[in-house]
């Protein structure tokens, strides 16, 4: 195989995935879980949320007013049917955000946080970056590399390379979706 070749179906693997992704976060309903809610689960900042799953919004300016403009913004076809899907990206986190509603109601809910550096943290206060000796991991399975927890209104990923915590993904949903 060529090296070119090799590049192009890592890429294409990675880019299915996270459409699988998407699509399974934006389809859940939210129920069942471990009997803890994650309602507040969310990036957190100095222990101060600043985005939590589920947000629901009808205007851009409703985030960037808090959240300062994002580095990138981009949207597509959502893959649960109409409307759109919205990615916001800024230094150290982003999220996906699936339209609520219905399309013409013009709103939007945040559905996936996927958090890449450690200046940000969930709120545990597991951040990217730790040490996964030293993460208080209850309520959280490993599985391959990753740990998860499911709760009532979403789920948490920590994928960890070399002993530490390389990126946390926070989908709305739950193992029993």
């Not at 389809?27 to 900042?45: L, M």
């Not at 009808?58 to 300062?68: A, H, Q, R």
């Not at 209104?153 to 390389?166: E, I, K, M």
Request: proline share 1%.
């Amino acid at each position: 195989m060529n090296k070119n070749g090799g590049k192009t179906r890592r890429a294409l693997t990675i880019f299915v995935i996270a459409a699988i992704v998407c699509c399974l976060a934006a389809a859940s309903s939210c129920k069942g879980g471990s009997g803890k809610s994650g309602e507040n689960e969310g990036v957190y900042q100095n222990g101060k949320a600043i985005l939590k799953i589920g947000t629901v919004f009808s205007d851009d300016s409703e985030l960037t007013d808090v959240l300062g403009e994002p580095a990138d913004r981009q949207e597509a076809a959502s893959c649960l049917g109409a409307g759109t899907d919205i990615t916001f990206t800024y230094d150290g986190y982003s999220f996906t955000a699936y339209p609520h509603g219905g399309a013409e109601s013009g709103q939007h809910r945040v559905g996936l946080i996927k958090i890449n550096r450690g200046q940000y943290s969930i709120s545990s206060g597991i951040s990217v970056g730790d040490d996964i000796s030293d993460v208080d991991l209850s309520g959280f399975e490993l599985v391959v590399n990753a740990y998860f927890a499911w709760y009532d209104a979403c789920s948490v990923a920590l994928s960890v390379d070399n002993g530490t915590v390389a990126r946390i993904v926070i989908s709305e949903g739950t193992q029993e979706d």
